[in-house]
């Protein structure tokens, strides 16, 4: 029987977990990309961003014992984790995590692949985190946690990666961030999560809480768009747009040069489309799609996942602002039972302008080679005193 202090850990594959009620149980709102919905795109395998390989470890709850867990039909757990291992067949710095990280003094950008790919990414390249049974008390959920950082650790070094990392963690989840510098990561800067809460009782509403200027701009955004005879429109993601929404995606893949093909994109977006709640907000012109947003839906939250454009057509108007914001946000606060727009990373300020709250994250990385310590350490940044951890 294992020791109450070191809790058994379990090895999943991404079919096994998917199948499994408890590890569903686990997921919240904001763990969309650890659901089964989700594991079942990456079971495609298709797609930009494949890893050469992917596990969940899960911790099973003792078999006595009343303590809350996630439990389904007699199977329970207490706690779980993804671990995707990608290489530098992956060119893009959402799960790489050498594009992460500014290269240290006398160390170039390949130098730092080379010592540090491939990689074990741990938690989910969105809001990563250890997922918890609702309810666990910190008594309990410590040691699932530690248990967990552990195997990931371990299976980092059976599949020969020089380097484990949580790529989004939480700054405000001290307890993670304790444990996980218990462990011997070290923390790095990583961009703000952004999240809008669209709990309005209209879209009218919202636009009334905008300053005025930027009701000017909206509104201005938006007769130039009537002018010029754009159609706007949102349809569910599915076999009759796939090809259209993803040539529209390549067409931003291409001019930040990276390496996907469109046939990828639309494997995956039609991997997506099967199994996942997922919505485009597009803009037409000559009845020519010309821009466009993709959303996922999961509980009450809207994702937002991938943009696309044409640049050949709609030149000079604002198809950013319009399918990424003005529609999604309209949409969102009439929505019944949507309450929060998950925007992601970057592009900051035009997304506080519009209203959205920037979360704080940091980027948990371990080395377990010497090259890959050594390289890390000459990127590690100065603690600021205000975030020391005890």
Partial sequence: MSDAREPEVRTLSLVQAGKLAPWAALCGSADLFCTPRWLAVEQAAVGPWVPTAARCLTV?????????????????LLAGITVQRFDRSVDD????LDK?????AGTSARELAGVLQPSLMCGGWFNSRVLTAPGMPERQRRPARRSLIRAAIS??????????????VDAADRGLRC???????????????????CGFPGHAAYVETLPSRRKVRLRKELRRFAEAGVVTAHSPLDESNVERIAALAHGLEQKYEQVSSQKQLTQWFA???VNTDATVFTAALGGRPFAMSMWLRHEERLYGFHAGFDYEVGVGLP???VVGYHLPIAYAC??????????????DEAKLLRGTEAMPQVLAVKPLTGPAERALAACAPAEPDGDRLP
Wanted: with cysteine; net charge negative.
């Fill in 155 to 168: 299976t980092a070094r059976s599949w020969d990666c020089p380097a484990v990392f949580l790529p989004y």
């Fill in 100 to 104: 992460m990280l500014a290269p240290g």
């Fill in 334 to 347: 009439d929505e019944p039972g949507l309450t929060t727009m998950e925007y992601g990373i970057s592009a």
């Fill in 319 to 321: 198809g950013y602002a």
């Fill in 271 to 273: 991997a997506i489309a």
């Fill in 179 to 197: 444990d996980l510098r218990a462990a011997g990561f070290t923390e790095f800067p990583a961009p703000a999560r952004h999240v809008f809460d």
């Fill in 60 to 76: 099973p709850a003792p078999a006595s014992g009343a303590a809350p867990v996630a439990a389904v039909d007699g199977e329970r």
């Fill in 93 to 96: 710095d959402t799960v790489r």
